[in-house]
């Protein structure tokens, strides 16, 4: 079990923009949640993904129709190979900078319960957010393909909706949680020296799915036709969804180290 301290922290006015937008205090002191730095997320991400789904609007079927087009490889495979390169690039970076920078044992252990429940507050906050875009992915994008196959023909693995869903939304999912994981576990003092066997799963969820994918796409260019989502091939696609029901279980794991914190005499000192 985490140690709970009352250190006094810094005043508001030593802290970083960065720090003050994500681990915001009222005047007392007390944190609250991060609704500007959410706000301004959820903004730039439904901006973000409304221009994405509108270069698929206006590209999908003038030049998405049929792979071996050079106009598809100008127009979507140059993207694919964007995409993938830029997915690539921040997990190469984004795992060894959280990994590098993290704080030592004693400092993480040493964290004011104030600040516990300040960085509790960011990542439910957050995780509405993420909440937000993963229907809004579902959908546009889930309900997208499935319309795609139904009224096109399959030449590939490579279609403008696969382009943007299983190779560009679900692998950049994956490299959020991933990044997100091993931040909480290096950041947080209720995880220091243990793992979160629900976020665990929950994080690898996407990842899990890769393997489906690549039989999916195997089957459906050499000897699957049918598109319903009840196909055989598309069973393993649950895989996601189950492993994003773990969620449930680091609710609780949270909600056990809050309950605690919030016992704790002057813990919003």
Same mark, same amino acid.
């Given at each position: 079990m985490a140690a709970v301290t009352n250190k006094p922290v810094a005043p508001s006015s030593e802290r970083s923009f960065i720090t003050r937008m994500l681990y915001p205090k009222d005047a007392e002191g007390l944190p609250r949640a991060p609704l500007a730095a959410a706000v301004s997320v959820a903004v730039i991400a439904a901006i973000? $993904? =409304? $221009?994405y789904r509108w270069y698929m609007e206006s590209t999908a079927f &003038? /030049? =998405?129709l049929d792979y071996f087009e050079p106009e598809f490889q100008i127009y979507w495979m140059s993207w694919f190979y964007g995409q993938i390169a830029v997915l690539g690039i921040v997990g190469a970076i984004g795992v060894p900078w959280v990994w590098f920078t993290r704080p030592s044992r004693e400092e993480v252990m040493a964290m004011p319960a104030s600040?516990? $429940?300040g960085w509790y507050m960011m990542v439910f906050t957050f995780m509405a957010v993420c909440s937000f875009l993963v /229907?809004? /992915?579902l959908g546009i994008w889930v309900e997208a393909d499935a319309a795609w196959h139904q009224v096109t023909i399959r030449d590939t693995d490579f279609t403008p909706t696969h382009i943007q869903l299983f190779y560009g939304l679900i692998p950049g999912a994956g490299v959020g949680l991933v990044i997100g994981l091993l931040w909480l576990h290096t950041r947080m003092?209720?995880?220091q020296g243990r793992v979160s066997v629900p976020l665990l799963i929950a994080g690898s969820a996407p990842l899990l799915i890769m393997p489906n994918l690549g039989y999916n796409e195997w089957g459906h260019t050499f000897f699957y036709a049918e598109e319903l989502f009840a196909a055989p091939v598309h069973w393993g696609f649950v895989v996601l969804g189950w492993g994003l029901f773990? +969620? &449930?279980g680091f609710f $609780?794991?949270?909600f056990n180290r +809050?309950? /605690?914190l919030t016992k704790l005499k002057g813990a919003a000192a």
């Open positions: 973000g $993904l =409304g $221009l &003038t /030049v =998405g600040d516990e $429940l /229907v809004c /992915v003092p209720y995880y773990a +969620i &449930t $609780l794991e949270c +809050i309950l /605690v």
